[in-house]
């Protein structure tokens, strides 16, 4: 017995999705399999920084796939070495760990802040995190995230994780005990709707834990890679974690994530941590086009210009509608709307053939393509502009 009648149904509902299915995908832009193009402001969820299939990774992936998919990881892979030192000569870090996700590179951050504490602090195994943070949906990272809709979730979560508030140093510090090893954020909150930590908490927390011997672990997974206009968001507030995770935009599209640390943190024993696929050849041959490509100086320098416009852009949009604010940084961008209009101009949009994302019932986040072109943005805003106005009109005659 099946209960699948439409293809849509031999899928588990973990979420509702619009009734199309994408077959092609080129820099910008997506087709599904009625032929109908999206210019694509979501791109994989902030995962294809540069924009959909681009060539130089498809032909590596190809170019890996006929020499060595994956030897086992109880080896040594000449492609995941290279791809470690690259990210250790581009970074404060000085070993890393590859994973497929990024709740797995998470996890990870989480078992070596333990480890660290169970060799290093007493057993203290406790880790400050924040209300809004998002780490993941394993068990672990939910537990760790401060999502509201995951409180009632899967009981009984994971113990260990006390929940601050971002920007407010205060809170963090109460947090603190013998049982304290370490705080983890997201230097944006990007799932929680783009909620920017200040460069000055940044700086602030790194003295508090630096005082206290805490671990400083930044969740990346959303900001690095260039998306915020550096290749990683640490470099913004000009100070050094002991631990980052990666994933999303670190392998361009295909699933790779990684656990950066320093000599310091870096403390796991064998047996302590692993994985079949963890740093397999074919993933980590498309990580290191994405980090050869992101790390340029000329290719960071375009992403901040198109950040900047779209940002001003969304500025003057905002202001020719009344809405409100523009918050983020680089290509990493939400317009606060005021209203609970996001599901709304989603779904318009999607109609119109541009993929918006709205992460809270007021706010839409953007997440180009970090080569996304102004005429590409431009399309978009237009996109915004003739939808808002019906609506507006709409409100009027109403
Ligand atoms: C997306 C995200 C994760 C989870 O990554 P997955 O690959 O979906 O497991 C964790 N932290 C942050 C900040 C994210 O944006």
Request: net charge neutral.
């Amino acid at each position: 017995m099946t209960i699948a009648t439409h293809p849509f149904d031999a899928l588990m509902e973990i979420t509702a999705r619009p009734p199309a299915a994408f077959v092609k995908g080129e820099g910008s832009y997506l087709w599904d399999d009625a032929g109908k193009r999206y210019l694509d402001f979501i791109q994989g969820w902030a995962v294809n920084c540069l924009g959909h299939s681009p060539p130089a990774v498809a032909e590596a992936l190809a170019a890996q796939a006929k020499l060595l998919l994956t030897p086992s990881p109880a080896y040594y892979n000449a492609v995941s070495l290279k791809l470690a030192k690259a990210l250790v000569d581009h970074s404060c870090f000085d070993q890393v760990f590859f994973a497929n996700s990024g709740a797995e590179a998470n996890e990870g951050a989480i078992k070596l802040a333990r480890k660290y504490g169970a060799l290093h602090k007493n057993g203290a195994y406790e880790i400050i995190t924040f209300e809004g943070g998002f780490h993941g949906r394993t068990l672990a990272t939910m537990s760790a995230s401060g999502k509201k809709a995951f409180e009632p979730l899967f009981e009984p979560k994971v113990s260990g994780f006390r929940k601050a508030r971002l920007n407010d140093l205060a809170s963090v510090k109460r947090l603190i005990s013998d049982q304290t090893v370490a705080v983890m954020l997201e230097p944006i909150q990007g799932e929680s709707g783009v909620w920017p930590a200040t460069d000055q908490f940044l700086r602030q927390l790194r003295a508090l834990t630096d005082t206290y011997g805490l671990l400083l672990i930044f969740d990346e997974i959303q900001t690095g890679m260039g998306r915020t206009g550096k290749l990683f968001h640490y470099e913004h507030a000009a100070i050094a974690p002991d631990i980052m995770t990666l994933g999303k935009g670190i392998g361009g599209g295909v699933p790779l994530a990684a656990l950066l640390a320093t000599e310091k943190a870096s403390c796991f024993e064998h047996g302590d941590q692993g994985g079949t696929f963890n740093g397999n050849p074919l993933m980590c041959a498309a990580g290191l086009v994405v980090l050869e490509r992101v790390s340029q100086g000329e290719f960071l320098k375009s992403a901040v210009d198109a950040g900047l416009f779209l940002e001003s852009e969304l500025q003057k949009l905002s202001a020719r509608h009344g809405l409100g604010d523009v918050r983020g940084r680089g290509l990493l961008l939400a317009l606060d709307l005021k209203l609970p209009i996001g599901a709304s101009l989603v779904a318009q949009a999607f109609e119109a053939g541009v993929l918006l994302n709205s992460p809270q019932p007021d706010a839409l986040r953007f997440m180009p393509a970090l080569n996304v072109t102004r005429e590409e943005i431009s399309e978009m805003i237009h996109c915004l502009d003739v939808i808002l106005t019906k609506a507006g009109a709409a409100r009027r005659v109403a």
